[in-house]
């Protein structure tokens, strides 16, 4: 393996990312071959979400974002504007997923996939085409942040959302960390894709800035607290509002983690809030569950909400422990 790998989330060099970069040959548990041709997959992929971002503006008014590694090539491809290619990206192509995810606001998730015309299944799934559009997109319930705000970029014209390269950095920095729980309750697979994405956002952010490798991790180290700050107790006032008015406990979380997750049949709710905040957190889970004063279910849920992995670590923590959950899946390979 090449020693770019050992042990470091620095961002990839202009050079290697213009001209090509060996990656580990596994960075992903799951891949979605692109076949394109004799043309670049950057190409290919940056041709469809601009399709499937064009199909979705043409069914709804609703505000809408490119999420995962669709956002993150969207977001690299402006790199593009001064002639460059970026060949380190074909590689990361054809080890990827290759998802079409988009997120919108948990209120307009269900008014979102009807205006899709989406049957029964469809919408059960969140999972289905959009318009005449041949990609199968993904719909998922995600706020947006308040201090990394969904930002505009534009392929040939057509311009939509994708998330902040800032944004995208942290959270994977935080599944590095701690990767959560599938739908099954079951501990989700570290990915080496998540540091490689990583090094490329922020040489996303050196190459944009005119920036070197201490400069971004000091503006990152300043954007760490914003992001903590953001995401922490998102939406707790309203959840605490309604249990003051009366509102069962039970209810409110339920209607809560329907609205996050996208589901209608949650049954299981001290199971959902473990798959989201680990095992680590059944005590206070079980807590909350029981509050009897709208006082002590706030205090109980923001303890919860302090459980969230990263959440507590300045940059640097948690950026050493991320990239030393990367170098042991590198080493790996």
Request: glycine share 8%.
């Amino acid at each position: 393996m090449s020693e770019t790998f050992e042990g470091s989330l620095r961002p990839f060099t202009q050079e290697q990312v213009t001209k090509g970069e060996k990656l580990p040959e596994n960075i992903s548990s799951i891949t979605h071959s692109v076949e394109a041709g004799e043309k670049l997959k950057l190409d290919l992929i940056i041709d469809r979400i601009s399709k499937v971002a064009h199909a979705i503006k043409g069914r709804t008014q609703e505000r809408f974002a490119i999420l995962g590694s669709m956002s993150m090539y969207a977001t690299l491809n402006e790199l593009r504007a001064d002639g460059n290619q970026l060949m380190i990206l074909e590689q990361r192509i054809e080890g990827g997923k290759n998802d079409y995810d988009v997120g919108v606001s948990p209120e307009s998730l269900i008014q979102v996939m009807g205006s899709f015309e989406w049957n029964g299944e469809a919408k059960h799934l969140q999972r289905g085409h959009v318009g005449g559009g041949r990609e199968m997109v993904d719909i998922m319930a995600r706020r947006e942040l308040t201090l990394f705000p969904w930002r505009e970029t534009e392929i040939d014209g057509n311009r939509f959302f994708v998330q902040s390269a800032e944004e995208m950095i942290f959270e994977k920095m935080g599944a590095l960390i701690n990767p959560g729980a599938d739908e099954q309750g079951e501990s989700r697979i570290r990915e080496v894709k998540w540091g490689v994405d990583i090094k490329l956002l922020k040489a996303y952010l050196t190459i944009k800035n005119g920036w070197d490798d201490k400069q971004v991790e000091s503006y990152l180290s300043q954007r760490w607290g914003d992001y903590v700050e953001d995401t922490r107790y998102q939406g707790m006032g309203e959840l605490v509002d309604l249990v003051k008015s009366g509102t069962p406990v039970t209810e409110v979380i339920k209607t809560a983690l329907e609205k996050r997750l996208g589901k209608t049949d949650i049954s299981d709710l001290s199971q959902e809030l473990t798959n989201i905040f680990g095992e680590q957190g059944k005590q206070q889970i079980d807590s909350l569950l029981i509050s009897p004063t709208p006082e002590q279910f706030e205090a109980n849920l923001r303890a919860l909400m302090d459980l969230r992995p990263g959440k507590k670590l300045s940059y640097e923590e948690a950026s050493a422990q991320a990239e030393q959950e990367f170098d042991k899946l590198v080493r790996k390979e």
